[in-house]
């Protein structure tokens, strides 16, 4: 009986592999693994270990590593159908019955494997052959000893469009098309798709080989790719496979780390210099599955890219993909090259010692994203800023886990503000104006209060000065909170009002944050019936009883959007003036910059939404824990 990878996928996921081991092994917690003495040699020191998340047990002592499946058979004793139902039962999984069809395409596949392995065997014969002569120098070139060309299987293939054909004249020629081998072209005769290359096995992760990539030798064939690998066979998906995999995956659990370079050359150079753990995508961009097999050898793999524009873009690339996977605990770092550097190129002329120290810094992948996003365009105007932004929140958006996405919100957010606000010039102290006037010079004595002047110009001018109700809002949150006008002064400063009126509300405001105690909490007693804008259930940090921390974020999201709209609009009025000279282009800026728009004003809605919720959540909790103690103390 055949069964499907999907399936035994499936299997393994049900089944809990520290309760399968522990049944016949006293396991021991260590941290988010657990530990033994192993059952496969004696030992007094425990060096097994079990990992629930992945789904692996391996013995730092005698090698032995395996699944659920692996355990039965090599410690029960079982064959592996026994154990594949035993472990099915426990699942309440129903194991599938024989498929005439399945059992056809394994077969298949199994003959496949026995193609790919032939065709090795004769590529490693062709190196070492005569015809070999020239891909022998390029090696010696490359600094790769005989040990590193053995283990690696590099191979030679011909320049002759029937050399592997005639070689392999055992198989079926449709086995060779179908290995990727050969190729077919219509009313053509097919001929070897590998002529003239330095061959390298791709294997799978039991080590067997399933493609091949080779690298052209010929100077004088500019019009071939340099690189060229198997297409997709029914043995090799590229998006799926990841070069060096079954080497990489017992390193990692030594060193704790995976590396991901660029191509399979880089791969086999690190090997040389003593870098094990390192693996490579094969001809695209890191897919969605291969992030997923790195996360099973570790939470948080390296990718090295090359320091030059495609390395730059080969690690947005990979960003981008992982944001939406992004879940607690796991992620990505990056490390660039020095401009010009690939792996191989670092270590010949700066060692090993500089490639670890680059591999120990790495950056994480929020650095990388805003580090990205800010050199990609100049910033130069507030539209180029506002434009920034936009961006950042773009990619924010692309999260799907809610704790993740509002930390990442609040990182790139601060990180914004604090490259679009600078810290301004020290404003003079105020000195009040009028009849009797003196000069006022340090804090005041009552922080909490304002002139009666001021008070009530602030009152006018946020009840009537203001152009809608975000911003008389926020002129009433901010009364309200005073704490928060330290925290806004940079944003509000360089606001580009509106209208006289707000720009006069906000001075004043300003001027007064600078007699406040940091962290003062008392609402400004002088602006206690600021009257509220009709729309003031929109904003949570308006309502009677609000939570202060939530209702204090909410404000600096109402603040954020307040000093960004000028911006989008102005971002607006920009692209529809150059329609005549770019009309694609200034269409497509404006549907960006009406979508954001469109969200903030979407944003603003479920804060308060979301904060009206909670309060009413919190009581009825509260309501039933007293309920509780009350029938506790009636029994």
């Not at 917690?29 to 992945?54: L, M």
């Not at 590593?65 to 309440?92: C, N, P, S, Y």
């Not at 210099?273 to 050898?297: C, F, K, S, Y």
């Amino acid at each position: 009986m055949s069964l499907s990878p999907q399936w035994l996928d499936e299997l393994r996921s049900r089944i809990t592999l520290s309760g399968v081991i522990g049944r016949t092994t006293k396991l021991t917690r260590a941290g988010r693994e657990w530990k033994a003495c192993c059952p496969f040699h004696n030992e007094k020191t425990p060096s097994f270990t079990v990992n629930d998340e992945k789904g692996f047990y391996h013995c730092f002592g005698c090698g032995a590593h395996g699944d659920a499946i692996r355990w039965m058979t090599d410690q029960r004793g079982l064959t592996f159908m026994d154990a594949v139902k035993e472990l099915a039962a426990q699942a309440g999984m129903e194991v599938p019955r024989p498929d005439p069809r399945e059992a056809q395409r394994a077969e298949q596949r199994a003959g496949l494997h026995d193609v790919m392995q032939a065709a090795q065997d004769w590529f490693v014969a062709s190196l070492a052959g005569p015809d070999g002569a020239a891909a022998r120098t390029y090696l010696e070139t490359r600094g790769f000893n005989a040990r590193t060309i053995e283990r690696f299987g590099f191979g030679y293939a011909p320049d002759s469009r029937t050399a592997l054909k005639s070689a392999l004249e055992q198989f079926d020629e449709a086995m060779l098309i179908e290995g990727g081998l050969r190729i077919a072209v219509d009313d053509k005769p097919p001929y070897d798709r590998f002529r003239g290359r330095l061959m390298l096995p791709i294997q799978d992760a039991r080590g067997r080989v399933i493609a091949f990539g080779g690298r052209i030798l010929a100077k004088d064939k500019t019009d071939a790719p340099k690189y060229l690998n198997s297409p997709d066979t029914p043995l090799f998906d590229k998006g799926r496979t990841l070069y060096n995999l079954h080497r990489a995956g017992p390193a990692s659990r030594q060193s704790h780390r995976v590396i991901v370079v660029e191509g399979y050359m880089d791969v086999i150079a690190l090997a040389a210099a003593g870098i094990e753990e390192a693996v490579a995508p094969l001809g695209t961009a890191l897919t969605e599955q291969q992030i997923e097999l790195l996360w099973r050898m570790v939470d948080v793999p390296i990718l090295c890219f090359d320091g030059d524009a495609a390395g730059q873009r080969a690690a947005m690339r990979a960003v981008t993909r992982a944001l939406p996977l992004l879940r607690p605990g796991h992620s990505l770092t990056i490390v660039r090259l020095p401009s010009g550097l690939d792996p191989d190129d670092l270590i010949k002329t700066q060692g090993r010692a500089a490639m670890e120290q680059l591999l120990a810094n790495p950056a994480s992948l929020l650095d990388t994203l805003w580090a990205h996003e800010h050199a990609a365009r100049p910033l130069a105007t507030p539209e180029d800023k506002a434009g920034l932004k936009a961006r950042l929140m773009d990619h924010v958006d692309a999260i799907a886990h809610p704790d993740i996405k509002g930390l990442y919100r609040r990182e790139l957010l601060d990180r914004f503000s604090a490259f679009a606000y600078p810290p301004r010039e020290a404003r003079p102290a105020f000195t009040p104006r009028g009849p009797g006037a003196r000069a006022f010079s340090g804090r005041s004595p009552q922080p909490a209060g304002l002139s009666e002047g001021a008070a009530n110009r602030l009152r006018h001018l946020a009840q009537g000065g203001g152009r809608d109700g975000l911003v008389h809002a926020v002129i009433a949150g901010l009364a309200r909170f005073p704490d928060q006008l330290h925290r806004h002064a940079e944003a509000l400063a360089s606001y580009a009002a509106p209208d006289a009126g707000t720009a006069r509300a906000i001075d004043i405001l300003l001027d007064h944050a600078e007699t406040l105690e940091k962290g003062e909490t008392s609402p400004i007693k002088d602006l206690q019936s600021l009257a509220m804008p009709p729309d003031h259930a929109r904003y949570s940090f308006l309502l009677e009883d609000p939570h202060p921390q939530s209702a204090r974020e909410d404000l600096a999201e109402a603040v954020a959007q307040l000093v960004e709209r000028p911006a989008l609009e102005a971002a607006l009025a920009a692209a529809t003036a150059r329609f005549d000279s770019d009309p694609d282009g200034a269409i497509a800026e404006q549907q960006r910059l009406r979508e954001r728009k469109l969200a903030l004003d979407d944003r603003l809605r479920q804060l308060a939404r979301q904060r009206v919720a909670a309060p009413a959540q919190d009581e009825s909790s509260s309501s039933a824990a007293h309920a509780a103690q009350g029938e506790q103390g009636m029994d």
